[in-house]
């Protein structure tokens, strides 16, 4: 039984890896954009740390290089979703195609996703490769297989905290459907974008503001499992990270759990 | 007021009748562009707060950065930040008055562009100027005090407002040949949305002064695709750090990007085959 429902999402996600492959253009043009705008970030730390023996906010050049080059890495595993289409779905009414098949939603979003996590992270080590040979960046590498482990461990949970994130975002339009791109636009754009630590460690703010941060889920979709692969975190913070990242995502779960149920008595299938 | 009292009134002749005809249209086509907006109220207030965060976090990160590291490139934190609000000016400003180029593509592929064709008006104003974005147009005037008084703070002489200014323009210019170029390549193509998304992503390197960027980067993104020269060389030439030499050669940039995008949309619309009506 268990192995006829993994086959089951299996097979969503090889049919959604073939459906990206058939639009060629419109991913490497994402891929395009996922280059340029970490130029703007990889170039503002080379121009602040230009010198290898300066140190600036804790970082030295090759630690806050190598925190950037990580960026895309994580970006790729985490942040690169399809879920964020779950909006769309909901408020067109398209939903009701899946409530009438023996799937789980989530889990048929989520198998998608890892389709599209694994042809972005084929491409991101191609372009990592590239920039890595044209730019040559003091790069630091871990060596302590333990940090290693721990940084995979939570890119994993970053990657299941967002996907919820994104269905508890895309659930707004059962209520309103023309929110739903809004929704996202300030939630997983902009927020994610600045407390996630996609632009920059999170540790350069003042110490009270990291201390709110740090207890927002956001921090845990890219900047704690860098930190991590840094080894900036003591046990204790890194012990203290890993409560509060299981602690999220059983919260988002659970919440996700509620909000869908009292969605799903509100839903229409408007359009259909 | 109905257009024809309008310039019944106005008593203009030649040019300045035609300039004020297209302008009480531009009016009229922004008019029902915030009558869009204003209908989803809700829409239009969470927009409108996702921006206004977004800027003022990114605002935020570079004051603590560049006070953090002393300087960036030689720019002190003030230079940074006025640097910061001119990109926010030339963009916002271009959003504002060309956000209709994003609803392009449809037009194109529906075959609605036809309805635009037949009307007595020049089809490439309408496509251009046809949905005036009221969200940029409320950030516009906090951008426009921000950047006034962050520039007080730097005590430009007269001649560099002057430049300043001039060049912000010149940098409207391009960034309407840019425009131009996109849509026409639309009517071949079919494609605008990765086109527009990557040339924002472009312009996005311009939030910073392009002098941070290593050659052959800096190159192609000052003189190849001009961000350099649209967002950075007016608060450069405002810092008086820009020589006239280069001053010269933006706004022959900006004639020149405008004469050949204005060339390719006369190619394209020839093109066009309206298929899909």
């Known amino acids: 039984m268990v192995r006829l429902t993994m086959y089951k999402y299996f097979q969503v996600g090889k049919t959604s890896l073939k459906q990206e492959i058939a639009y060629p253009i419109n991913f490497v043009m994402w891929r395009v954009r996922n280059i340029i705008q970490i130029l703007l970030v990889l170039f503002l730390w080379d121009s602040l740390i230009s010198d290898p023996r300066k140190v600036l906010f804790g970082y030295s050049r090759d630690m806050i290089l190598t925190y950037i080059f990580g960026i895309m890495l994580v970006r790729a595993f985490v942040l690169s979703s399809k879920s964020m289409d779950v909006a769309g779905e909901v408020a067109r009414g398209e939903l009701s195609n899946y409530l009438i098949r023996p799937v789980n939603y989530f889990f048929y979003w989520l198998s998608r996703d890892f389709a599209s996590k694994v042809l972005n992270l084929s491409f991101v080590f191609v372009e990592f490769s590239l920039l890595f040979l044209i730019l040559r960046p003091d790069f630091f590498f871990q060596t302590n297989i333990f940090y290693i482990g721990f940084f995979i461990f939570s890119v994993f949970i970053g990657i299941l905290i967002y996907t919820l994130f994104l269905f508890i975002t895309s659930s707004v339009t059962f209520w309103m459907p023309e929110m739903g791109w809004g929704a996202h636009f300030l939630l997983n754009v902009v927020l994610v974008e600045f407390l996630s630590g996609v632009l920059f460690p999170l540790d350069i703010l003042p110490q009270a503001i990291q201390k709110v941060i740090n207890f927002l889920p956001l921090p845990y979709l890219v900047y704690f499992p860098l930190q991590i692969y840094l080894g900036k975190q003591s046990t204790y913070e890194l012990v203290r990270g890993f409560v509060v990242e299981i602690f999220w995502l059983g919260a988002l779960a659970l919440f996700l759990n509620f909000i869908w149920k009292k969605g799903l008595k509100v839903y229409e299938s408007q359009g259909r | ?277």
């Open chain 2, 1 to 277: 007021m109905k257009l024809k009292e309008f310039l019944k009134k106005a008593n203009l002749g030649g040019k300045a009748k035609l300039v004020w005809y297209y302008f009480v249209i531009w009016l009229k086509m922004g008019k029902n562009a915030f009558m869009v907006y204003l209908n989803q109220k809700k829409i239009l207030a969470i927009f409108l707060i996702g921006k206004i965060i977004r800027f003022v976090l990114f605002l935020t990160f570079l004051y603590f950065l560049v006070s953090g590291a002393g300087d960036l490139a030689g720019y002190t934190s003030d230079e940074v930040i006025f640097f910061f609000l001119s990109f926010n000016l030339v963009d916002v400003v271009s959003q504002f008055l060309f956000r209709e180029v994003y609803r392009f593509r449809t037009m194109v592929v529906s075959g609605d562009l036809d309805l635009v064709l037949v009307k007595p008006l020049n089809p490439l104003f309408r496509i251009l100027f046809g949905g005036a974005d009221i969200i940029d147009f409320i950030t516009i005037p906090p951008l426009v005090a921000a950047t006034f008084y962050y520039g007080a703070r730097l005590n430009p002489g007269f001649l560099e407002v002057v430049f300043y200014l001039a060049l912000l323009v010149n940098s409207l210019l391009i960034s309407a040949a840019f425009y131009i170029a996109v849509i026409s390549a639309a009517i071949v193509t079919y494609e605008v949305d990765h086109t527009v998304m990557i040339f924002r992503d472009l312009s996005r390197l311009g939030t910073v002064p392009v002098d941070i960027y290593k050659d052959p980067l800096r190159f192609v993104i000052t003189y190849i695709i001009p961000i350099g020269i649209m967002l950075s060389f007016p608060a450069k030439a405002f810092l008086g750090v820009l020589g006239i030499k280069l001053i010269l050669v933006s706004f022959l940039f900006g004639a020149f990007s405008l004469f050949f995008s204005l060339r390719f949309w006369e190619y394209a619309i020839k093109k066009y085959t309206s298929a899909s009506s």
